[in-house]
């Protein structure tokens, strides 16, 4: 059983294609793992105010006429922060996409969420480590049962929670069961400033750009020799919001 200090929120996220930033929720799932060993569940389609490319609906299964109805994100996005708040979170490949995904979606509509404070454990990575495969086949193997519910985000969600309890059961000797270490064992600490991975941490913990023709640069080293660069830079439409606010907000604070 998990060693639970505060709510471990796995969710899934179901979207018409897989670029941050351009592509659009169509489907959360949530559940909760609470202290007290409970489950507690939401789930919402969503309307993403785009066609759903066919290839992404034969993936999950959502068309344009299941979510016409649906409401669209800014709508519900209170009630998915209400079901996020004062959780850690967990996923199947969060790091690199749910997490970030959300976060950038969050920003399109007005709403800041990027919880830098919460640990987030990644059941794929996890996985990977012990035995590299996807869910359908970690499910198999920790749970001895076929995925039916395959790309269904909240059947997606309750195998990955399915699974979670499998590993901390199955290797009791290598994996503690708590939230800080199976985050560290995921990697989340490792993550970038921003959601959408653009920018970097130096060994000094100062924010730098990832790309570019400065790549590995500090904003402040940019600044000094550089500052057209760095103002041109903050117009770029490409850029994804995030990212933008992380290096508004670090230059602030270098200019404070």
């Given at each position: ?42 789930q919402s389609l969503v309307n993403p105010g785009m066609p759903i490319p066919p290839e992404a609906s ?142 970097r941490y130096d060994d000094r913990g100062h924010i730098c750009i990832g790309f570019g023709k400065y ?16 103002q041109w830079l903050m117009t770029k439409a490409e850029l994804p919001a995030t990212t933008l606010t ?11």
């Amino acid at each position: 059983m998990l060693m639970l200090e505060r709510p471990l929120a796995i969710f899934d996220l179901e979207t018409t294609g897989i670029r941050i930033g351009r592509d659009r929720i169509v489907q959360i799932g949530i559940v909760r793992l609470m202290p007290g060993g409970e489950r507690e569940r939401y789930q919402s389609l969503v309307n993403p105010g785009m066609p759903i490319p066919p290839e992404a609906s034969e993936v999950h299964g959502i068309t344009d006429a299941d979510v016409a109805d649906a409401p669209d994100l800014k709508a519900i996005a209170s009630d998915i922060l209400g079901q996020l708040e004062g959780c850690d979170l967990g996923g199947f490949n969060c790091l690199r996409f749910d997490v970030p995904f959300l976060a950038e979606e969050m920003a399109r509509v007005g709403v800041e969420w990027y919880p830098s404070a919460a640990r987030v454990v990644d059941v794929q990575r996890i996985y990977h480590r012990m035995e590299p495969r996807d869910l359908s086949a970690a499910l198999r193997f920790y749970c001895d049962r076929d995925h039916a519910g395959a790309h269904d985000a909240l059947a997606d969600v309750e195998a990955t929670a399915d699974v979670l309890l499998a590993q901390v059961q199955r290797y009791p000797d290598r994996l503690k069961p708590s939230v800080d270490f199976l985050g560290e064992l995921s990697g989340d600490r490792d993550r970038s400033p921003d959601p959408a991975g653009k920018l970097r941490y130096d060994d000094r913990g100062h924010i730098c750009i990832g790309f570019g023709k400065y790549q590995g640069w500090n904003l402040e080293t940019i600044g000094r020799n550089d500052p057209g660069y760095l103002q041109w830079l903050m117009t770029k439409a490409e850029l994804p919001a995030t990212t933008l606010t992380v290096m508004r907000n670090a230059l602030a604070d270098l200019t404070a």
